[in-house]
């Protein structure tokens, strides 16, 4: 099993350009998530999706976009990009266990340069 | 809101001895789960241990252990016999019962000295 997989590894883009982030899961889990990692702060919640056909905004929502493509597949969208979003982002999923130790695995993660 | 915090933003250790790492977190919730995670240079977010809530027994995997003191909020991390292979940034984590949100701490960084 490859896990959490997340293409590209590595983006650089000028402002205002868009671009789609890919994450893919083969473990079968039901929910997806997006999270970016900026110095000193942390991982923090973009987007997730508890299931397929639905989506939730998380803490930091604004400037993306997602979609859950089917249950294997989350992408995330920055349709105008800002330095601001210059992060590195990180996919994760988990089966979804409401009650219990849902534990969320990572994929390798995504550095995006904004300039 | 919950929040975690990792006050220690850098430890370091002698390779062979024993860390600890803290966290403390802020909720008014019974129901919850706490995670630690480690990321390596190769930034991967590796699950290192977790602890249920409602369990009064400290989790342990292997050289990693926990102690939990919930009255407190209390979740530190103890890594024995550190190894070269530990250094990583260290995350405490929390999802209280029925979120999807894991809620991170806002890292330690881990030296291993040889």
């Not at chain 1, 982030?21 to 998530?33: F, G, K, P």
């Not at chain 1, 989506?55 to 989350?74: A, C, H, I, M, Q």
């Not at chain 1, 349709?79 to 601001?84: L, N, R, V, Y």
């Not at chain 2, 809101?1 to 802020?26: H, N």
Request: hydrophobic share 30%; with cysteine; proline share 4%.
């Amino acid at each position: 099993n490859a896990g959490v997989t997340q293409t590209p590894k590595f983006q650089v883009l000028k402002t205002g350009q868009s671009m789609t982030l890919q994450c893919a899961q083969d473990m079968n889990h039901n929910s997806m998530y997006w999270y970016r990692q900026d110095p000193g702060m942390g991982l923090r919640l973009i987007y997730y999706s508890a299931s397929e056909g639905t989506t939730d905004k998380g803490e930091v929502p604004n400037g993306y976009n997602v979609s859950r493509l089917n249950k294997r597949e989350f992408s995330l969208r920055l349709e105008s990009a800002a330095p601001s979003q210059t992060s590195v982002y990180f996919c994760a999923s988990s089966e979804a266990l409401f009650r219990g130790a849902d534990t969320q695995y990572f994929g390798p993660g995504t550095r995006l340069t904004v300039l | 809101a919950q929040t975690v915090t990792q006050s220690q933003p850098e430890m370091s250790v002698q390779e062979a001895e024993t860390v600890t790492l803290s966290c403390t977190y802020d909720t008014s919730e019974s129901d919850y789960y706490l995670f630690w995670y480690k990321q390596p240079p190769s930034r991967q977010m590796i699950l290192v241990i977790r602890q249920e809530a409602y369990k009064q027994q400290n989790a342990t995997e292997n050289r990693f252990s926990v102690n939990f003191q919930k009255a407190a909020k209390s979740f530190s991390l103890k890594i024995s016999d550190s190894q070269l292979g530990d250094a990583a940034m260290y995350f405490c984590a929390y999802r209280r019962e029925g979120a999807q949100k894991l809620v991170f701490g806002q890292g330690t960084r881990l030296t291993i000295n040889p």
